[in-house]
């Protein structure tokens, strides 16, 4: 995958996209990722490919500051759509390299991302560098099952499937080990189709 490819692949999306991810199983496990997340007055929070804005229907709006970027064109104008009678500002910017300051945000939050950009471990890197210290990363998305590796038929699969823009075979272990030190992990919970689909937050601690 490459943010090029990406780019034409989510614009094809962009008109379904909605129907396919966030109906059914999607739209109740998003509600399960966002049940207990407190947002406080104030709160600085970026969704990070926030696509349609999906995940943006299930959070407050009032009294948090939100920013939302993605790199496709076609999946923000969807998004600015839906929220146009709100405070919400729409970025169109590269997750790899987030346009914003050191400990800029209170939340920052990656649904079915790092799944789908090039280079998520710079992703995450860049997550968690504009995160404030002891704030939180929410992630929901598709990872290797824990103390498991891709099955024969995912692995001859995993290279064509990459071609709709998503890649089955990333391990979040292997993700999130160069950032131990300063990124501690206080849940991770699998979420939908058998553990396929986690929900994981973590708090930016880099004095632990």
């Not at 909605?18 to 109740?28: H, L, P, R």
């Not at 998305?141 to 824990?146: C, L």
């Not at 590796?149 to 709709?164: D, M, T, V, Y």
Request: with cysteine; proline share 4%.
């Amino acid at each position: 995958m490459n943010s090029r490819w990406n780019q034409m692949i989510y614009k094809a999306w962009s008109p379904f996209y909605d129907q396919f991810f966030n109906k059914g199983i999607f739209s109740k496990a998003r509600k399960e990722v966002f049940q207990d997340i407190e947002f406080s007055q104030g709160d600085r929070v970026l969704f990070v490919g926030c696509g349609t804005g999906a995940d943006l229907e299930y959070i407050p709006h009032r009294d948090i500051a939100i920013a939302a970027i993605d790199f496709s064109d076609d999946m923000l104008r969807k998004a600015k759509e839906k929220f146009n009678d709100t405070d919400i500002v729409f970025l169109r910017m590269d997750a790899q390299e987030l346009a914003f300051p050191d400990d800029t945000y209170d939340i920052v939050i990656a649904s079915l991302l790092l799944s789908v950009v090039p280079n998520p471990q710079k992703c995450m890197e860049e997550m968690i560098r504009v995160v404030k210290e002891q704030g939180k990363i929410v992630i929901f998305d598709k990872f290797v099952p824990r103390n498991e590796e891709l099955s024969f038929f995912k692995k001859a699969a995993r290279p064509f499937i990459s071609l709709l823009g998503t890649d089955i075979g990333v391990k979040f272990e292997s993700l999130s080990r160069p950032f131990s030190k300063k990124f501690s992990i206080q849940t991770d919970s699998p979420i939908m189709l058998n553990g396929m689909y986690r929900k994981i937050i973590g708090i930016k601690d880099s004095k632990r």
